[in-house]
């Protein structure tokens, strides 16, 4: 009954700006967190940004910096604003959010299907 959907990715040149988007929705109680993870080729998934209900962050070292986490609580929307990227920021990105399904009654983590950031020259 929730669905996470993303939308922002796309290609862009080193040095350039990309804005992700992730809105949740559905039979929602409550959203504990929210945030992102990235998945590179050949390499493990890895958590880039996190965002508690209460607004405390977190960052993957190699983003601090350059990349900014957000949410609207009021539209069940998390952001991520990438700036200054690199190549190595190339992966598909997937946002998650750590809610409660009113119509389940359980509280679980929830995926979104994902979108590719190409960083390229």
């Known amino acids: 009954q929730v669905q996470l959907v993303e939308s922002g990715g796309g290609l862009v040149h080193p040095g350039g700006s990309l804005r992700l988007s992730c809105a949740a929705s559905g039979s929602i109680f409550s959203i504990y967190a929210m945030g992102w993870y990235r998945q590179a080729p050949g390499k493990q998934r890895e958590l880039v940004a996190h965002i508690a209900s209460g607004g405390t962050t977190n960052y993957a070292d190699s983003v601090k910096g350059r990349f900014t986490v957000s949410r609207d609580n009021a539209k069940n929307t998390v952001y991520l604003q990438m700036n200054s990227l690199k190549p190595e920021d190339t992966a598909v990105y997937y946002c998650?959010?750590?809610?409660?399904?009113?119509?389940?009654?359980?509280?679980?983590?929830?995926w979104g299907q994902g979108t590719q950031v190409t960083v390229s020259s």
């Open positions: 998650y959010a750590d809610l409660w399904d009113s119509y389940s009654d359980y509280r679980d983590d929830y």
